[in-house]
């Protein structure tokens, strides 16, 4: 049994308060070919309006990123990324104090924007740059460390596992371990089993069955399920926008199980799903 982390976590640019149960991240996707979302916030005016109105839906971390990780996709800039978060960090530092999470690969991305006010770095590469670890180390910022089969543009090819929970576990406590070498501390590292990168839809609902087994980690869990393709598998559903009710199942279904943070599209619908669970789940 590993020790209880504490209820909120602070560090010198944010703080984060887990007492009520799961947080809310809102996807804010400053591209023109993210998967569900592709070029409806592209320009940075509709980026930022987003942004303020995923804050005041209840949104406890606002996720922005500059390069699509959709399966298929290719590797943008470092420098066109920076052209397309900066702007909107800016803007949406000045009017909102919600933290601001940079969703970002490249270390040069993530240094840009926590110089422009991110305070959270989501890498779905868990640190395999040294760069970023050492990066995230000295700022002193919460990482968000994802598990990923190969590379957006290869990792639905032909995923394979012999043990997904098993594979998937090991390797997200072996970076969690190696960041906090790097003086991350384990309240700051939360852990995400990359719903949708290098998983098929069985991979995908045998992770979410078994995600008591990543919150029994000892470290805090990140779970990104909204809209994704697994959803209109089951549903049938083809437009991405069409599954807000089968992405809150798995809200639910990880709600109930203990993960901290659930990161979605659609903000205002899902508080209610988490609150309603929170509350069968801790009766006051």
Same mark, same amino acid.
């Given at each position: 049994?590993?020790?209880?982390?504490?209820?909120t976590?602070?560090? =010198?640019?944010?703080?984060?308060?887990?007492s009520a149960?799961?947080?809310?991240?809102?996807?804010?996707?400053v591209t023109?070919?993210?998967?569900s979302?592709?070029?409806?916030?592209?320009d940075?005016s509709?980026?930022?309006?987003?942004?303020?109105?995923?804050?005041? *839906?209840?949104?406890a971390?606002?996720d922005?990123g500059?390069e699509?990780?959709r399966p298929?996709?290719?590797?943008?800039p470092?420098?066109?990324q920076i052209?397309?978060?900066v =702007?909107?960090?800016?803007?949406?530092r000045?009017q909102?104090?919600?933290?601001?999470?940079i969703?970002t690969k490249?270390v *040069?991305?993530?240094?840009?924007a926590?110089?422009?006010?991110?305070?959270?770095?989501?890498d779905?590469t868990?640190l395999?740059?040294?760069?970023m670890?050492?990066?995230?180390? *000295?700022?002193?910022?919460?990482?968000?460390?994802?598990h990923?089969?190969?590379?957006?543009?290869?990792m639905?090819a032909e995923?394979?596992?012999k043990d997904?929970?098993?594979?998937?576990? *090991?390797y997200? !406590?072996a970076?969690?371990?190696?960041?906090e070498r790097?003086?991350?501390?384990?309240?700051?590292?939360?852990?995400d089993?990359?719903?949708g990168?290098?998983k098929? !839809?069985e991979?995908? !609902?045998t992770?979410l069955?078994?995600?008591?087994k990543f &919150?029994a980690?000892?470290y805090r869990?990140l779970v990104?399920?909204?809209?994704?393709?697994?959803?209109?598998?089951i549903?049938?559903?083809?437009?991405?926008?069409d599954?807000?009710f089968?992405?809150?199942?798995t809200?639910a279904?990880?709600a109930a199980a203990? &993960?901290s943070?659930?990161?979605v599209?659609?903000?205002a619908?899902?508080?209610?799903i &988490?609150?309603?669970?929170e509350?069968?789940?801790? =009766?006051?």
């Amino acid at each position: 049994m590993q020790p209880p982390l504490p209820n909120t976590v602070e560090w =010198p640019t944010g703080r984060l308060d887990f007492s009520a149960g799961a947080l809310l991240m809102g996807i804010l996707n400053v591209t023109p070919d993210s998967f569900s979302d592709g070029g409806e916030f592209f320009d940075a005016s509709k980026a930022l309006e987003h942004g303020l109105q995923m804050a005041g *839906e209840g949104a406890a971390i606002i996720d922005i990123g500059g390069e699509s990780t959709r399966p298929g996709s290719q590797a943008v800039p470092p420098a066109e990324q920076i052209d397309r978060v900066v =702007p909107v960090i800016k803007r949406l530092r000045e009017q909102c104090d919600v933290p601001i999470s940079i969703d970002t690969k490249d270390v *040069e991305v993530a240094a840009a924007a926590l110089d422009a006010g991110a305070s959270i770095v989501n890498d779905i590469t868990a640190l395999s740059d040294e760069r970023m670890a050492e990066l995230v180390g *000295e700022r002193g910022v919460p990482v968000i460390l994802m598990h990923m089969l190969g590379t957006p543009a290869t990792m639905q090819a032909e995923p394979m596992y012999k043990d997904i929970v098993a594979e998937v576990l *090991e390797y997200l !406590l072996a970076r969690a371990k190696r960041a906090e070498r790097y003086g991350i501390a384990k309240e700051r590292i939360f852990l995400d089993p990359g719903i949708g990168f290098g998983k098929t !839809l069985e991979h995908n !609902l045998t992770l979410l069955r078994n995600i008591d087994k990543f &919150v029994a980690s000892g470290y805090r869990v990140l779970v990104g399920t909204s809209r994704k393709s697994f959803i209109g598998k089951i549903t049938g559903k083809k437009d991405p926008a069409d599954r807000i009710f089968g992405t809150a199942a798995t809200v639910a279904l990880c709600a109930a199980a203990g &993960v901290s943070i659930l990161r979605v599209h659609d903000v205002a619908q899902t508080l209610d799903i &988490v609150r309603v669970t929170e509350a069968i789940r801790n =009766p006051t």
